[in-house]
């Protein structure tokens, strides 16, 4: 039984556990990197494996892991924040930041008001974001209406293609770009020497959000972030020096009732093979951890983060002893008071059964006091039938279970003295004959 037990637990325990997750969204780079990711999962024989469930929309994705439909999710803060949900890893940052030709003299979103914006495959989710930047600034965002009348605070978001970008800043169709993506990809690159191409000159602008800390007070589903001072290549290299900014996040959440152990594993096996999955994907390599001074400021933040990944950034993932701790003195504990309870009934039933035998015994030496006082034929022959049903009786008992040597010993001295005492009364008795044991002529033996 042991060894059964501890086979069903290895078994339990090396299981691999199996993760819904919840992709998102269509046509972007974070489907495909959950998708290597799996199949990483699978070839490698990890513990942790994942079934992909595809969303439309970041939105929708979110909403499965507050409803509890699935174990992660791929979120995007600003747009739906579930509940429940924690941070285990950064899988892409989005910086936002504007560029221009320098001879558009825009040099900070104050300088956008009458001007026109242009964005490359806008979603409603930049939309939401950059309306709120904009009213930030004391400027109104619209739509590309021709027809429309705009204010002096206006900025017209104009929706351009990469390939028409530089016919739409020649034909002043646009004065400016905006971008909301992660500053070292190789489309920001393009764009920002797009961009400096239109200039006579060759030069541009590059600026994001003044007064970041009031932003993220006023914004607390975005984060700051950096792009470093010469990123972009051109004479001179754009930006002059750091600039910050802040932006939106890809982020892969798990719900906050995950164990520990589970998140960190997934938290360490998708940083581990971040290399491998740079491989089938370059949006592996934009994989980060999210940043965090300590670890109260990292799970009590606007952004919060799973304990298990904390405990994986940290170094301090627990071992296997430390994991099922609790476990194992559990079952050393309840399995010590059943061991007691299992040794209580066997002795139990083998005090039972000792004293049947000492009743049958005492039954037995009551029998043979009264075999020695009776005459009775018919009573003897009834004593003896009793005396060797007690006999079948002890023997069943001693068979069961072994029997102490005295009460056995002492069964079988009353057996033998009953027997012995009814067999010299049946033979005195005036009406049994000569014989008390003979055959008849067919051959059976009779009393």
């Known amino acids: 039984m042991a060894l059964a037990v501890a086979g069903l637990a290895y078994a339990y325990l090396t299981h691999p556990t199996t993760l819904i997750v919840a992709v998102a969204p269509n046509g972007g780079s974070e489907p495909a990197l959950m998708r290597a990711y799996a199949d990483a999962l699978m070839k490698g024989k990890a513990s942790i494996r994942l079934r992909l469930v ?11 892991l507050r409803d509890g439909k699935v174990d992660l999710a791929v979120v995007r803060p600003d747009v739906s924040m579930p509940r429940n949900g924690l941070t285990l890893a ?4 989005q910086a936002t930041f504007v560029v221009a030709p320098r001879q558009a003299s825009i040099d900070g979103f104050p300088a956008l008001a009458g001007k026109r914006l242009g964005i490359l495959a806008p979603r409603k989710a930049d939309h939401a974001l950059l309306r709120g930047l904009m009213a930030r600034h004391g400027l109104d965002l619209r739509d590309d209406n021709p027809d429309g009348g705009a204010s002096a605070k206006a900025v017209t978001l104009v929706p ?3 390939a028409d970008l530089s016919t739409y800043l020649a034909a002043g169709r ?8 992660t500053p070292t990809s190789a489309a920001a690159q393009r764009i920002v020497g797009l961009v400096r191409d239109a200039d006579t000159n060759g030069e541009a602008a590059l600026f994001g959000i003044s007064d970041i800390p009031a932003t993220l007070a006023r914004m607390p589903r975005l984060q700051a972030v950096t792009v470093p001072a010469g990123l972009f290549d051109g004479d001179p290299r754009l930006p002059a020096e750091d600039l910050s900014t802040v932006g939106s996040s890809y982020r892969l959440m798990a719900r906050s009732t995950m164990s520990r152990s589970v998140a960190a594993e997934v938290t360490q096996h998708l940083f581990e093979m971040r ?9 592996a390599e934009d994989v980060t951890h999210p940043t965090y001074d ?5 799970t009590s933040a606007h952004l919060p983060i799973h304990p298990g990944a904390i405990d994986y950034y940290e170094r301090e993932q627990e071992s296997f002893i430390e ?5 194992i003195y559990l079952v050393a504990i309840f399995g010590g008071g059943l061991g007691s309870v299992f040794a209580w009934f066997r002795q139990r039933l083998g005090r039972i059964r000792r004293e049947r035998i000492e009743v049958a015994t005492a039954r037995l030496l009551e029998i043979r006091s009264n075999a020695r006082c009776s005459t009775d034929r018919v009573k003897l022959e009834a004593m003896a039938g009793e005396t060797d049903d007690l006999a079948a009786s002890i023997a069943r008992h001693s068979m069961r279970r072994a029997t102490e040597p005295r009460t056995l010993a002492a069964a079988t001295f009353a057996i033998d003295a009953t027997r ?28």
Do not use: C
Request: avoid cysteine; charge should be negative.
């Open 294 to 298: 300590t670890t109260v400021g990292a």
């Open 174 to 181: 646009i004065d400016a770009v905006i971008l909301l993506t």
């Open 90 to 93: 950064v899988l892409r940052e």
């Open 160 to 162: 351009v293609e990469e």
């Open 420 to 447: 012995s005492t009814i067999t010299r009364r049946l033979r005195g008795h005036p009406s049994v004959g000569v014989a008390v044991v003979g055959e008849e002529p067919d051959g059976e033996r009779k009393r």
């Open 275 to 283: 290399a491998l999955l740079a491989e089938a994907t370059p949006a």
């Open 323 to 327: 994991r099922y701790e609790s476990w």
């Open 54 to 64: 595809p969303f439309g929309g970041v939105r929708e994705s979110a909403e499965a």
